[in-house]
């Protein structure tokens, strides 16, 4: 059962529905569903909420849980000030405090653990704004960890009801699946057919899973080649390929190709890249040690210092050369390395048998 018909299937086990809760639901379900980029999704979100709860104002996060900080998809209604602290850490430190960081109930300001007036969010920005009451909720994602929250404030106490209250509960994991970045970087992932591993590369180094591939030997904290994936991005490609060399358990010295995919603008700020891999594909006749030749080529390394860093003499350097020229149909050195730069035909000399 999918969770449309699980939300709509439970309308009828609540006491007291509130007014189009049936509309609401099927909207919000094809919202979710819906493609597009999430920035798209969430101001059409918020207003089919608008007609459970009357808000004035309204915020859709994601967290960022290597900084722990809230980092807003929408925040409109508040003042600069209010939006500003509910990006800080010490919001995130009140909402664990509350609970808001596990898979719960909704929670209204009447309903919080403690008085209000304890709490710096409500206190000292959003009641002196005018608001008289509000409610957050926890997203998660199906494997339980949390993407954001979402929040919404009104002037009255009138608002949020106890119906809305609940009902916006089961709407919380069709609310999720319409903000979780995992979507459009799974299909962005896919755009490389043969890739057979896979992961994320935050901006910190940690590594998340990739939906639907599994993670490979060369994918591990601290790897070399994601310190390579890093440089690539930091000098503005909008993507990158290259080759690392790999030997198998059970198999010969070779190459496996790494490809670099930049997350989505819309994703969260801590991730940074999707890293793929994928067999080597057609080299061109191209040698193990040619490879690594021309990732010093793309460098703009001059023969003599590859003969140094190599270990190995001129005249065997030139002869390497000569015979990537002809591999790769380039009349020079420099259009060589463009060809394996934008082929990537290379090893990056971090990955390589370089002396520095």
């Not at 509309?23 to 207003?47: N, T």
């Not at 050369?321 to 035909?345: D, F, I, M, N, Y």
Request: aromatic content about 4%; overall charge negative; proline content about 10%.
């Amino acid at each position: 059962m999918n969770q449309h018909a699980l939300c709509l299937g439970t309308l009828t086990g609540m006491a007291e529905l509130p007014p189009g809760a049936a509309e609401i639901a099927v909207e919000v379900e094809r919202i979710g569903a819906s493609p597009g980029d999430v920035g798209e999704r969430v101001p059409e979100l918020l207003d089919v909420l608008h007609g459970l709860v009357p808000f004035q104002a309204s915020a859709l996060y994601v967290l960022d849980p290597e900084r722990g900080e809230f980092e807003p998809v929408s925040d409109r209604g508040y003042s600069e000030t209010a939006a500003a602290y509910m990006r800080t850490p010490e919001h995130y430190r009140e909402m664990e405090l509350l609970g808001m960081h596990r898979d719960r109930a909704p929670m209204c300001v009447r309903d919080t653990p403690m008085p209000p007036g304890e709490l710096p969010s409500w206190a000292e920005h959003l009641e002196p704004a005018g608001f008289r009451e509000g409610i957050g909720v926890g997203l998660f994602s199906p494997d339980g960890h949390q993407l954001g929250m979402l929040t919404l404030h009104t002037d009255t106490v009138a608002h949020p009801t106890d119906a809305a209250r609940d009902f916006l509960g089961l709407l919380a994991p069709l609310i999720a699946e319409a903000v979780d970045p995992m979507r459009s970087i799974a299909t962005l992932a896919g755009m490389v057919g043969d890739a057979r591993a896979g992961c994320i590369l935050t901006r910190a180094g940690n590594l998340l899973p990739l939906p639907g591939l599994p993670s490979h030997p060369l994918l591990h904290p601290g790897a070399p080649l994601l310190r390579v994936a890093a440089e690539s991005l930091a000098d503005g490609r909008v993507h990158a390929t290259f080759l690392c060399p790999y030997q198998p358990d059970d198999g010969p010295d070779g190459h496996v190709r790494i490809t670099l995919l930049p997350c989505p603008y819309s994703s969260p700020p801590h991730l940074l890249a999707v890293v793929l891999v994928s067999p080597p594909g057609d080299l061109r006749g191209l040698t193990w040690r040619e490879l690594e030749i021309l990732g010093l080529l793309v460098e703009g390394w001059s023969n003599q210092r590859i003969a140094s860093g190599l270990v190995i003499a001129l005249r065997t350097v030139a002869a390497h050369v000569e015979h990537v020229l002809t591999k790769l149909a380039a009349p020079g050195r420099t259009l060589a390395a463009v060809r394996a730069l934008r082929l990537g035909l290379y090893v990056p000399r971090a990955l390589a048998r370089v002396r520095r």
